[in-house]
């Protein structure tokens, strides 16, 4: 799908869909739980939608009504081979991969886009040290084996992803088990979300320094009911639309004391000089003397498409830096963030672990192409209130995997004259 985005800078007030890092976490736990959950879920992603559906060929009976999820536990795994539709969600293959092998499921993932070619090492092998056997064909992959308890392995710095799932598992297993998880570890905040998780599901585990113990033969109790907090990671769109903005954007449904580590772009958008002020009901951005600045990407590596886009109209050079991970996302998000912003008469360089912005203050529209990735897509649409012409942007469908009323919230806001 082509969507024409009209240029120039807007204003208004905006509600951001619920957090999908929360809500798989919290899915994950009540289809494990001893009793009935409900939980209620804004804007219900393609990505929330994988979970739901894997959960369901598990055995769980989940039903929804008005953005509330009915979600009864699992209480007997399939007698045969189940298959897994995962689609694109790495989120979701990457926390159920370790979760099957504590039920001992025999199950087939059925994956889609990209996420065949996405990394699950040294993941897989730990779970087939353990007692799992993992087989890839393809686009499927094949699950048996049940996991044995003990003590795992992992290195922080790969993904968080494969530490949350092992988090997620462990409490599971019939004896103790440990988990070493050796430094440095980034994308911390992911695994406290996942701790959190655990502690609402009433879980037990002690934890010192980076070292995991679990007591084992334990299952969640997610009663509830739940609301799902705002997802900063999303709400970050809208926030550098409101640093672009004179009258300023306030984004609502967010929790200002959330665990999310995307909360951070409010210090990144303070650091370009936009004017962010925290209020009862949300957070307001306006525009400031906007200013390039250097970014670790490390710990916030899903907002680097919209911080560059935000740095091309900041006065001078912005350097983000340790961003090479970003190169196995939906696409290969250094080349398509560079690609964007070239296409729309952009300066950038493109480095092995990162980009190089050379802002200036504007851009001039033009054609662009999301390469299947919502978080492209969506700074196409931050980039056109920089823009002095239109934006044609193909793949405007793709928001649908993290922020299915994206293009519909846009629309609600006003265009701001000057």
Known sequence: MTRRIL????????TVPASKSRAHRLLICAALSREESRIRCRGLSDDIWATIRCLRALGAEIEEENEVLRVR????LPAEECLLPCGESGT??????PVLGALGARAVFRREGRLPQR????????LCAHGMGLRAEGALLQVEGRLRPGAFCLPGNVSSQYISGL?????????ESRLRVEP????????????????????????????????????PCLSGPHTVEGDWSNAAFFLCMGALSRR???????????????????????????EVREEEDGVLVCRGSLRGLEIDAAPIPDLIPVLSVLAAGAEGDTRI?????LRLKESDRLKTTAALLRGLGGSVEELADGLVIHGRGSLTGGAADSAGDHRIAMAAAVAACLCEGPVELSGAESVAKSYPLFWEDLQKLEEERP
């Open 7 to 14: 240029p120039g800078s807007r204003c208004g007030a905006v």
């Open 73 to 76: 536990p699992i209480r007997a």
């Open 92 to 97: 979701t293959l990457r926390l159920l991969l």
């Open 119 to 126: 990394p699950l090492a040294p993941l897989d092998r730990e």
């Open 167 to 175: 988090l997620l598992a462990l409490p599971l297993l019939e004896g």
């Open 184 to 219: 440095p570890v980034e994308s911390g905040p992911y695994i406290a979300m996942t701790e959190d998780a655990l502690r609402l599901a009433g879980l037990s585990y002690e934890k010192k320094e980076t070292d995991y113990a679990f007591p084992g033969g334990e299952r």
């Open 248 to 274: 300023g954007l306030l984004a609502r449904g967010l929790d200002l004391r959330s665990l999310q580590g995307d909360r951070a772009v409010l210090t990144l958008l303070r650091g370009f000089g936009a």
């Open 321 to 325: 830096r340790n961003a090479a991970r």
